[in-house]
Every structure is written in C-alpha cells, then in structure tokens.
C-alpha cells in the first residue's frame, strides 16, 4: 500500500527521488506520518545515498567576531543587542591556519571560517582568500560565512579554492521578518545564487526554537528543497541561549520528537544533501542525537564552542559515535 505522500509499507526499497516541486501541504502530511513510517521512509533515503554508519565531522572558528551591523533578533554578534560579547577584529592568518591544524588533528575533516560581517570589504576578503588556501594545503575541505557576496566576491572565493559557503535562510519567507529586518530574504537569496554560480558547493539551512510554528519550520525546508539545486549541507541549529537578544522573549525549545520528525522530513525533501546537527547539540542527550543520526543527520561540528556558544566536548562526540558503532574521522583518530 501506498499513501499519499509516497511511503509504501511493504517495500523498504522505495526510495524518494531529487524533486524541486515540494509543497507546504507535501511536508505537513510527511511531518505527520506516523513516528515508524516517517522513520522508515527517511533511513531508507538516507541508505540509498549514504553510509549509514558514518558521520562527517568539521570545525566551526570565528575569525572575526561581533559589531555585527544586522539585527538578527537571535545573534549575540549584533551590534543592535548588550549580550556582553567581546568584539574583535579580523584574525590573522597564521593564528587561523594553527587553528585549522589543531581542528585537523582532534579530527575535524572540514574547517569554516566565520566572521560577523553584513559583507565583506574587498581588502579582508583577501585575507580571507588566503586562509582558504592555507587550510586548503593542510588537505581539509574549506567552508567560510562571511554574509553576503557579490558575483565577483564568490568568483573570488572560488579562484582562492573554497569549498562550501555557508548562508542561512534562518527561517521561514512568514517568519523571517519578525526576526531580521536589516537584511531580507531575497538578499540571502541572491547571494546563495551567486556562490552557485560561481561553483562553490552550498550550505544552506536554519535555526530552530526561536518562537516560530511548526509550519515555518516546514517552510524552511520547503524553501531549501524548491531551490534549483540543493544545498550540499543542510544544517539544522538549535537556537542557543543568548542573553539580551529579542529571541529570549519568544523563545521555545523544541519537543526532542518535534525535532527528530523535522530531521526526517529534512532527509525525505533533500536526499542526497548531508544534514548536519549543528548549534545546540549541547541541549541534546546522546539518545536523542542517535535517534536524529537514525533520521538522517550525518555531519555535526565538533570542538567546545561554535561561534560564541558552547558545544559537547570532543571526547563525549567520540564515545557516543563508538558505542552507536558509527565511523568518522573523529571516531578513528581517538581509536589511534
């Protein structure tokens, strides 16, 4: 038999191919599926395009950090908010690459390179280019978020050697202007576009527990999914706790199945995108996270802090991944 939403419950091989016509109404009746089907659909999805057993680890450093110009209603970086964070100015390239090296030897296969810009000038994008091939020669795949790009700025990148870029939607096209209004979605959208032209593979995804509904949540997804080319990486944030942001006003943790549900339908709209659990890992008991790896997750960030919030420590990442009988770069170098 199968329903409406294409889960056949007599053949675990029905597997869900690349679309870019997904509805909101598709991803409701998903979300909704009962908890065993939803699971089954996603896994074998995810068996198709993936090692089941595996788990890509990468590094998360701030290389320039605060006096952010937007008023992202969540940010401990905007300049908007008092969150008692320390500014500091763009790091230089040996500290980075030490970083980077440091990353590489707890186990780290991809380094991202994040600075708290509306966009960057040309001359830190130079810096920047040569970090990216710095860590490019220490043999790991580069990643930086630096906001928005023009076309020339992501050609730029590209020639310097970048693998992904990193440029979140957040949140839903409904939600989205309740939380930022410095820059719009469609300016988000633009420079997703430009990296993709330009060739730099794509990391795109959100946050959650900021005081949106389900349905933005979905919409989120829809949004990445209806893209004309999926993102590479799908991450899926957490919303961490920061104190004096807007977002503490309306701010709501997620139900742990409410999460491993939104982690499926991720699988089920973006087969063959690595969906990463990012920001908030920190909230989540290894049963929960084994529960999202079983969903579809296959990628977290690992070291004690991302950005400016805490993160498990490289120790409990490797434990877990053992015990669930999961490989990564991680798991193998603490065997070693």
């Given at each position: ?9 007599n053949d ?18 998903l979300y909704?599926l ?49 969150t ?25 296969t ?13 001359r830190?994008l ?6 990216v091939?710095?860590v ?36 839903s ?8 209004t ?12 430009h ?16 005081g ?19 993102p590479?990486?799908?991450?899926i ?14 701010a709501e943790?997620p ?22 659990l ?59």
């Amino acid at each position: 038999m199968v329903d409406a939403v294409g889960v056949d419950r007599n053949d675990g091989a029905n597997i869900g191919a690349v679309r870019h016509d997904w509805t909101g109404i598709d991803a409701e009746q998903l979300y909704a599926l009962p908890f065993a089907d939803l699971m089954f659909k996603a896994q074998s999805i995810h068996r198709s395009n993936f090692d089941p057993n595996h788990v890509e680890t990468a590094s998360l450093l701030s290389i320039k950090t605060g006096r952010c110009p937007e008023d992202c209603g969540y940010c401990s970086q905007s300049a908007h908010y008092d969150t008692g964070l320390k500014a500091t100015r763009l790091m230089d390239t040996p500290d980075v690459i030490a970083a980077a090296r440091r990353a590489k030897d707890a186990g780290a296969t991809r380094f991202c390179m994040a600075a708290a810009w509306r966009n960057p000038k040309d001359r830190d994008l130079e810096k920047v280019c040569d970090m990216v091939g710095a860590v490019k020669s220490l043999g790991m795949e580069t990643c930086a978020t630096l906001g928005m790009l023009t076309p020339k700025q992501a050609g730029r990148l590209f020639d310097a050697g970048l693998d992904f870029y990193n440029h979140n939607v957040d949140t839903s096209p409904e939600f989205y202007g309740k939380i930022i209004t410095t820059r719009t979605l469609q300016d988000r959208v633009d420079t997703l576009a430009h990296v993709r032209d330009a060739g730099i593979k794509v990391c795109c995804g959100g946050i959650i527990g900021m005081g949106e509904r389900i349905d933005d949540r979905l919409g989120m997804l829809v949004l990445l999914a209806n893209l004309p080319s999926h993102p590479e990486s799908v991450p899926i944030n957490l919303w961490n706790e920061v104190e004096g942001v807007p977002v503490n006003n309306t701010a709501e943790r997620p139900d742990p199945i409410a999460l491993v549900r939104l982690i499926a339908v991720t699988r089920i709209l973006m087969p063959k995108s690595v969906v990463r659990l990012s920001a908030g890992r920190q909230y989540m008991t290894d049963e929960l996270q084994a529960i999202c790896f079983l969903a579809g997750a296959n990628s977290i960030f690992i070291g004690d802090v991302l950005l400016t919030t805490k993160n498990p420590q490289r120790d409990r990442d490797a434990n877990l991944l053992e015990r669930l009988g999961m490989t990564s770069r991680l798991t193998q170098s603490q065997i070693a």
